[in-house]
């Protein structure tokens, strides 16, 4: 079975830093990767959605990397503002449609 | 307007009674779901259904039902809940034609409590 981790659990960084939040999975053989964020009280908003025959994608100042053969992403968030504050989800999509495999999030903190 | 809308947003009940949390999408997608979100657990899957009247149980379905008798909607049952039922519920959306990968769109969520 398909196992999402994603350390730090908790992450708290000034207003203006560039940070890295991290996602692991056990089972190299994914169909994609997303990424959301979930805001307290709030559904969930997908930010960026990597094909597993990609390497990265870009939305504004996110960029997500995949390196399948590792069984790692990466999620990279330019110049941190408070309004980023929320918990980051990965998701790891297997080959069948039903095999969604969610991360614990880490939740991000980013201080005025 | 929300693509995908969940209701209701909140609900308090009772051990024993039976619960219905309803979802509808105007996306059009013919994919829909259900997760549950316990503190340190992620989501999890409860059911899904690839267009109307078809249902596929998840990976914790025991104790829920659901039914999809409209491409727009798709409802979760709990016929008689327990506490340990009390969670974040969410819906989701998928669109099989759209492409090859198929992002998920999820709804605002229902927090459900069971005393």
């Known amino acids: 079975k398909q196992e999402v981790t994603q350390i730090p659990a908790a992450l708290s960084v000034p207003e203006g830093e560039n940070l890295v939040l991290n996602c692991s999975f056990t089972?190299?053989?994914?169909?994609?990767l997303q990424w959301f964020r979930q805001d307290p009280g709030k559904g969930l908003t997908s930010l960026l959605l990597?094909?597993?025959?990609?390497r990265e994608q870009t939305s504004g100042r996110l960029n997500a990397s995949l390196d399948k053969s590792s069984g790692r992403s990466t999620l990279y968030i330019a110049a941190s503002q408070p309004g980023d504050s929320a918990t980051y989800l990965c998701?790891?999509?297997?080959?069948?449609?039903?095999?969604?495999?969610f991360g614990t999030g880490t939740r991000l903190t980013v201080i005025p | 307007d929300a693509d995908v809308t969940q209701t209701p947003r909140n609900r308090i009940t009772k051990t024993g009674k039976r619960i219905m949390l309803e979802c509808s999408q105007t996306?059009?997608?013919?994919?829909m779901y259900w997760y549950r979100q316990d503190p340190g657990l992620g989501l999890q899957l409860i059911y899904y259904?690839?267009?109307?009247?078809?249902?596929n149980k998840g990976e914790i379905s025991d104790g829920y039902s659901v039914s999809r008798q409209a491409q727009a909607k798709f409802s979760l049952s709990l016929e008689s809940a327990i506490p340990n039922q009390t969670a974040l519920y969410f819906c989701?959306?998928?669109?099989?034609?759209?492409?090859?990968?198929?992002?998920?769109?999820f709804g605002d969520g229902t927090r459900l409590s069971i005393l």
């Open positions: 990597i094909q597993s025959s990609q």
């Open positions: 089972d190299s053989a994914i169909y994609n």
């Open positions: 998701v790891v999509r297997n080959p069948g449609a039903n095999n969604l495999f």
């Open positions: 989701a959306t998928s669109d099989s034609r759209q492409s090859s990968n198929q992002p998920q769109h």
């Open positions: 259904s690839f267009d109307v009247k078809d249902i």
């Open positions: 996306k059009g997608h013919d994919r």
